[in-house]
C-alpha cells in the first residue's frame, strides 16, 4: 500500500531515545579504564593480565551459559563490565585462578542462576569477590608494592588501611590518629603524594598528610583497580555527566560514612568523639570504587531517588561498622551486598507520589 | 531573567526538531481529487451520517450530526457527489464509517464575516452553540468537542482559561506558525472563550524554544488591549498535557480522576482557539486545519493548511515527496501520534502533523531484559513507576497495577522513550487498561 515500502507500525512513542543497555555497560567500562590504566602503571604488566583473565573467564562465561540457553547476550556489556570489576577487585599478585573462579561464580552462580542481566539481586562482580575472598585468604592478600614507592626505604606492600586495622591493637589508647600511627611506624609516602600534601599546606593552606595525599592519588598498595581515588572520581564524573548514573547513591553513601568516621572513628585512637580520619578513611580501600561503580549497580539498586538515598545511608553506616569494628579490615563490598539484600524492600515502601492525589488549596490566586 | 515554570515530576527533553519547519509559513495543500471525510474524528459517539451515496454537497456542509453528549458535528471542507458511504481504518487503531467524495474544484466556502457589534451582543450561550454547530473539537490530538469542554458545569468557576501554545511534540509548528501569522484572530479568538467560560484569568502558555512567538503574541496582545498575561514555559516534554501546563502555570494538580474545572481551569490549545474565531468571525465550520508535513525524510518540510479528508500522500507529494526511505509514517507528534501504513489515510480535526522518520530517529533497538534502572521512573509526569506497572501486567495482575495507579497514566510515552532495554512500557499500559475493562463491562 505504501509504494512497495515496508513501513514499521506499532505503540507510540514512535521515536526512542538512543541510549541502550549495552551501551550503559560500555560508558561504565569506558569510566573505569583510566583507573585501570593507573593499577597496570603502578602494579605492571601481570596486573593487566589478572583484569584481562578476569574479563575472558565472565565473557566466557556468560557465552557458555547463554548458548546452552539459546540466548546472545554477551554483546549486552554486562558480562565484561563483571569481569573488569572483579578485576579491579583483585590484589596484583593474586594467583590466577582466583579471578576466573570469582568471575565464574559471578556469571553462572549469582546472575545466571536468577535468570540473567536484570534478575539477579545481587551484585555479580561483588559476589564473586566476596566469594573469593573468603575461600582463598592468602590469595586475596597477596599484595604488591607500588613502582611509585620503589627505593623507599622501609617502604612495604601492606595497604594503608591494612596496617592501620593491624596496628590498632598496639595504640589502643594513645591519643594518635591513623595518619599518625602511619607516620610512627614510618610508613612510605611517595614523592607524588609528599609533593601534594606540600602544595596543598603551601598554596591552598590545608595541612595535608603525604598519606592522605598519597590515597588520594593512588600511589599505594592495594587491589589493582581501587587505589586511584582521583582517578575513580574522575570516571563517576563522566558517568554524571552522561546520565548515566545519579548523585544520590554515591553521595549519600560517601557523606554519610565520613559524618560517621568524623565522630565516631576518634574513640578508637581513645580521642572521644568528633575527631576522626575523614580524608584517610574516605580514600583508603575500595571506597569510591564502591560508592561510585558497584554501589550504583541499576540491577540491584532502588530505583527512586529518595529509595537511592536510603539505599546509599544504609551502604555508607554498615561500611564504616565493618570498617571500624570488624575483623576485616575492609568492608565496602560486604556493605553493599547486604544492601542489595534490602532492595525490593526500599523499592516497595519508597514509591514516588503520583499526581492528582494532593489536597488542593482552593481560592490561592483567587482573581 | 525570570526562573522559567514548568511542572515538577518527570519530563524528558527529545530532540525538539522544531527547525525543519519553524520559518516555514503555512501554506495551503491542494484539494484531492476524491476526499475521505471520517465521521468519526472526535473523543467520543461517532456523528450520524446526513448524507447517502449519490448526493451532492457543498463546500462547508454539514454531513453528519452529532450524535450524543460528547460528539461533534462534522462538515465537508469540498463539495461534489458522495461516491459511498463506506468503513474506513484510522490511525487510532479501529474502523469508522466515512463519506467518499468526488472534489468539485468549483465548489468553494463562502465565508460569513459576521460584524463586531453582532458578536458582541451574543451571550455566551449563543455563542457556545455557534461553536458547537461549527464542529469545533480540540486539535491538539485527542479531538475533545471543544462545546463540551467550554460549557461549565452548575457549581464550577472557572478561575483560569489558560492558552496551550506549548506544542511541546517533537518536530510540530502548526501552533507556532498560526500564533506568529494569526496573533490577533487568536487573542481574539480567546477573548471569546474567556466570554463563553466566564473566566477570570487568562493566561498564555508558550515554551522558551519559540520565542519569536512570544514576542509576536506579547506585541499583539499589548496592542489589542487585553488583559491577558503571556507565561514562558521552560521546555519539557510532555508540558503541553493538560495536567502539566496547568501545573505548570498555577501550581495544581487536577485530582485523579477529575477534570480541569475541578480545580478552577479550563484550558484551550492554540488550534482551538483559531477554530472558535473562524467558527464565530466568519461563521466557518471547522473543517480545515494546519498540519505540519516534516520528519528527516520528507524532501521539503512545510506547513500545510489542508481540508480535512485529503489523503496524507497527497501532503507528503506537496512536501516534495520522501527524500529517503521512511522506516516510519506518524500521524501527530512522535510521542503519542499513531504510525500508519497507508498513505490514503485522510487528515482529520486532530492530525497535527505527518512526519516521515527514518531509521535514526526511531532507535527501534531489541528488547532486552529490564536492569530497574529507574530511567522510566525519573520521567514519569504522573509520579508512577512504569516498570512496576509493566511487570504487573505482564503478571496478569491488572487489579494489583490498578492499585499502583495505572489508570492515572496517559499513555504520554516519557517511560518507552527514555526506556534504554526498549522496552515497550506505554504498549503495556494499553493492554492493562483494555485488560480491566473487559474485566469490568
Redesign the interface.
Known amino acids: 500500500?505504501?509504494?512497495g515500502?515496508t513501513?514499521?507500525?506499532?505503540?507510540?512513542?514512535?521515536?526512542?531515545?538512543?541510549?541502550?543497555?549495552?551501551?550503559?555497560m560500555w560508558h561504565v567500562s569506558i569510566a573505569l579504564i583510566p583507573a585501570g590504566i593507573w593499577g597496570v602503571y603502578l602494579f605492571g604488566l601481570r596486573s593487566l593480565l589478572v583484569i584481562l583473565i578476569s574479563i575472558a573467564a565472565a565473557a566466557a562465561a556468560e557465552y557458555g551459559i547463554a548458548r546452552m540457553l539459546k540466548r546472545q547476550t554477551l554483546a549486552?556489556g554486562?558480562a565484561v563490565l563483571t569481569g573488569l570489576l572483579i578485576g579491579y577487585n583483585m590484589p596484583p599478585l593474586v594467583p590466577l585462578y582466583i579471578p576466573v573462579a570469582a568471575s565464574f561464580f559471578a556469571i553462572a552462580v549469582v546472575k545466571w542462576a536468577f535468570g540473567?542481566?536484570?534478575?539477579n539481586w545481587m551484585n555479580p562482580a561483588l559476589a564473586g569477590r566476596a566469594f573469593v575472598f573468603f575461600s582463598w585468604t592468602t590469595g586475596m592478600n597477596a599484595w604488591q608494592m607500588p613502582r611509585t614507592w620503589a627505593g623507599i626505604d622501609g617502604a612495604s606492600s601492606a595497604t594503608p588501611l591494612g596496617t592501620v586495622q593491624t596496628g590498632l591493637f598496639d595504640v589502643a589508647g594513645e591519643g594518635g590518629t591513623a595518619l599518625s600511627y602511619l607516620e610512627s611506624i614510618s610508613y612510605a609516602a611517595s614523592g607524588w603524594g609528599s609533593s601534594l600534601a606540600d602544595w596543598f599546606s603551601g598554596t591552598v593552606g590545608l595541612n595535608v598528610s603525604a598519606h592522605t595525599a598519597d590515597l588520594f592519588i593512588g600511589a599505594v598498595p592495594g587491589s589493582i583497580g581501587e587505589v586511584s581515588a582521583l582517578l575513580l572520581i574522575l570516571g563517576g564524573v563522566y558517568l554524571l555527566y552522561k546520565r548515566i548514573i545519579?548523585w544520590e547513591i554515591p553521595v549519600s553513601f560517601l557523606a554519610s560514612f565520613a559524618l560517621l568516621i568524623w565522630i565516631f572513628e576518634g574513640t578508637l585512637f581513645s580521642r572521644g568523639l568528633f575527631s576522626g580520619s575523614v580524608g584517610f578513611h574516605l580514600f583508603s580501600g575500595g571506597l569510591i570504587l564502591g560508592a561510585i561503580f558497584m554501589a550504583t549497580d541499576?540491577?540491584t539498586?532502588?530505583?527512586?531517588?529518595r529509595g537511592?538515598i536510603i539505599y546509599g545511608i544504609g551502604a555508607g553506616f554498615l561500611t564504616f561498622l565493618i570498617r571500624l569494628y570488624g575483623s576485616l579490615p575492609e568492608g565496602v563490598s560486604l556493605a553493599i551486598i547486604l544492601m542489595n539484600i534490602f532492595v525490593p524492600i526500599i523499592?516497595r515502601y519508597v514509591?514516588?507520589?503520583?499526581?492528582?492525589?494532593?489536597k488542593?488549596?482552593?481560592g490561592?490566586?483567587?482573581? | 531573567m525570570l526562573q522559567q515554570r514548568t511542572f515538577r515530576?518527570g519530563g524528558?527533553h527529545?530532540p525538539d526538531k522544531k527547525r525543519l519547519t519553524s520559518r516555514q509559513p503555512i501554506t495551503a495543500c491542494a484539494n484531492p481529487p476524491t476526499a475521505v471525510i471520517p465521521f468519526s474524528q472526535h473523543l467520543g459517539a461517532p456523528a450520524n451520517p446526513l448524507i447517502s451515496k449519490g448526493d451532492v454537497v457543498m463546500a462547508g456542509q454539514k454531513i453528519g450530526e452529532s450524535s450524543g453528549f460528547i460528539s461533534a458535528h462534522i462538515h465537508t471542507p469540498v463539495g461534489g457527489e458522495v461516491k459511498e458511504i463506506t468503513s474506513i481504518f484510522i490511525p487510532a487503531g479501529f474502523s469508522v464509517p466515512a463519506a467518499v467524495i468526488a472534489v468539485d474544484e468549483e465548489s468553494a466556502f463562502q465565508e460569513e464575516p459576521r460584524s463586531a457589534q453582532e458578536l458582541d451582543s451574543l451571550t455566551p450561550e449563543e455563542m457556545l452553540s455557534r461553536v458547537q454547530e461549527a464542529g469545533v473539537a480540540g486539535m491538539g490530538g485527542a479531538a475533545f468537542p471543544a462545546h463540551v469542554k467550554f460549557k461549565i458545569p452548575k457549581g464550577k468557576h472557572a478561575?483560569y482559561l489558560i492558552i496551550n501554545g506549548v506544542e511541546c511534540e517533537?518536530y510540530l509548528n502548526a501552533d507556532n506558525r498560526l500564533m506568529l501569522e494569526h496573533a490577533e484572530e487568536l487573542l481574539t479568538g480567546t477573548e471569546w472563550i474567556r466570554r463563553m467560560t466566564g473566566a477570570?484569568?487568562v493566561v498564555i502558555g508558550i515554551e522558551a524554544n519559540k520565542p519569536e512567538a512570544l514576542a509576536v503574541m506579547r506585541e499583539a496582545c499589548g496592542r489589542l488591549g487585553f488583559p491577558f498575561t503571556l507565561t514562558k514555559l521552560k521546555v519539557q516534554y510532555p508540558q503541553g498535557d493538560e495536567?502539566q501546563l496547568i501545573?505548570a502555570v498555577?501550581?495544581?494538580?487536577?485530582?485523579?480522576?477529575?477534570l480541569p474545572i475541578d480545580?478552577?481551569a479550563v484550558v484551550s490549545n492554540v488550534g482551538t482557539t483559531f477554530a472558535v474565531y473562524e467558527a464565530l468571525a466568519k461563521g466557518k465550520p471547522l473543517f480545515e486545519r494546519v498540519v505540519t508535513v516534516s520528519g528527516e525524510a520528507i524532501k521539503q518540510p512545510m506547513n500545510l493548511r489542508t481540508a480535512v479528508g485529503t489523503p496524507f500522500r497527497q501532503l507528503i507529494e506537496q512536501a516534495g515527496g520522501f527524500s529517503e526511505?521512511?522506516?516510519?509514517?506518524?500521524a501527530g507528534g512522535?510521542?503519542?501520534?499513531?504510525?500508519?501504513?497507508?498513505?490514503?489515510t485522510p487528515v482529520m480535526k486532530g492530525t497535527s502533523g505527518i512526519?516521515a522518520?527514518t531509521k535514526k530517529?526511531?532507535?527501534?533497538?531489541v528488547q532486552?531484559?529490564?536492569?530497574?534502572?529507574?530511567r522510566c521512573?525519573?520521567a514519569?509526569?504522573?509520579?508512577?513507576?512504569p516498570?512496576?506497572l509493566y511487570h504487573l501486567i505482564d503478571y496478569g495482575r491488572y487489579e494489583d497495577a490498578k492499585a499502583s495507579?495505572l489508570l492515572?497514566c496517559k499513555?504520554c510515552?516519557c517511560c518507552?522513550?527514555?526506556?534504554?532495554?526498549?522496552i515497550?512500557l506505554?504498549?503495556g499500559m494499553?493492554l492493562g487498561k483494555r485488560m480491566l475493562r473487559n474485566v469490568s463491562s
Open positions: 500500500m505504501s509504494e515500502k513501513l514499521i507500525v506499532g505503540s507510540s512513542p514512535q521515536i526512542r531515545d538512543a541510549d541502550t543497555t549495552a551501551g550503559i549486552d554486562s540473567g542481566l536484570g534478575a545519579t541499576m540491577v539498586s532502588p530505583v527512586t531517588g537511592m523499592d514509591q514516588p507520589k503520583p499526581y492528582g492525589f494532593k488542593q488549596k482552593t490561592r490566586n483567587a482573581a | 515530576r524528558i527529545p478561575e517533537p477570570g484569568r495536567k501545573e498555577t501550581g495544581r494538580e487536577v485530582p485523579s480522576g477529575g480545580i478552577g526511505e521512511p522506516m516510519k509514517i506518524v512522535p510521542m503519542m501520534g499513531f504510525a500508519v501504513y497507508d498513505l490514503d512526519l522518520l530517529q526511531v532507535n527501534d533497538a532486552t531484559a529490564c536492569i530497574s534502572c529507574g521512573v525519573r514519569c509526569p504522573m509520579g508512577l513507576q516498570t512496576r495507579y492515572d499513555e510515552g518507552s522513550y527514555s526506556c534504554p532495554a526498549k515497550h506505554v504498549q494499553r
